[in-house]
């Protein structure tokens, strides 16, 4: 069974600072990995994904991350976090020879403070 | 407009009563899924439709079903709802498996 943990509930950092959101997976053969971000009462919106090719991931609004497959990991960052990234994260995973089921991981919600 | 379209936005109903949630996209994909999301749980998948004549069940697809009537529309339908229904329930769409999901904005529901 594939899987994904996200170890923790709430990020806090302060505006200018890193932000890095954790997400480890568990899945049979190589993963497809998604970041997604949900603002309040909205959808989900897709950030980026992993493949193949590059560790290092670029996605939308300054977000990265790194594929790191020793340590079953797909950590989300951001190198100078804004006030407007305040949202809940999401991390999903999906087998290679798993066609339709995305497993989400519980959500972090991140808080940035001016 | 919005790609992926979910109506109603809130519900608010009775134990038992039937209730049916309806999505509808744009974005010409064939694939399209219902999840419903509970706090600290993520998102659960509880059915998925690959095109009009291929519907499947997700993880926790009792209590459900579901009717695709055209590629552009899924409606998700709540036989006798019963309190632990009650969630935030998403629609989304995809092409491929290595493809991003498209999400609409959700809908409320509360069954007292």
């Known amino acids: 069974a594939q899987s994904v943990a996200q170890p923790e509930d709430q990020v806090n950092v302060a505006e200018g600072n890193p932000l890095t959101v954790k997400c480890t997976y568990s899945v049979s053969g190589n993963p497809y990995l998604f970041w997604y971000v949900q603002y309040p009462n909205r959808g989900l919106q897709f950030l980026l994904k992993y493949i193949t090719g590059d560790n290092l991931v670029k996605g939308s609004y300054g977000f990265e991350a790194e594929f790191n497959k020793s340590q079953t990991s797909f950590h989300l960052k951001k190198p100078s976090a804004l006030v407007s990234d305040s949202a809940l994260y999401f991390c999903?995973?999906?087998?290679?020879?798993?066609?339709?089921?995305?497993?989400f991981g519980a959500g972090t919600t991140v808080t940035v403070r001016a | 407009d919005a790609d992926v379209t979910q109506t109603p936005r809130n519900r608010i109903t009775k134990t038992g009563k039937r209730i049916m949630l309806e999505c509808s996209q744009t974005?010409?994909?064939?694939?399209m899924y219902w999840y419903r999301q509970d706090p600290g749980l993520g998102l659960r998948l509880i059915y998925y439709s690959f095109d009009v004549k291929d519907i499947n069940k997700g993880e926790i697809s009792d209590g459900y079903s579901v009717s695709r009537q055209a590629q552009a529309k899924f409606s998700l339908s709540l036989e006798s709802a019963i309190p632990n229904q009650t969630a935030l329930y998403f629609c989304?769409?995809?092409?491929?498996?290595?493809?991003?999901?498209?999400f609409g904005d959700g809908t409320r529901l509360s069954i007292l």
């Open positions: 974005k010409g994909h064939d694939r």
């Open positions: 989304a769409t995809s092409t491929y498996s290595n493809q991003p999901q498209h």
């Open positions: 999903a995973v999906r087998g290679g020879s798993n066609d339709y089921k995305l497993s």
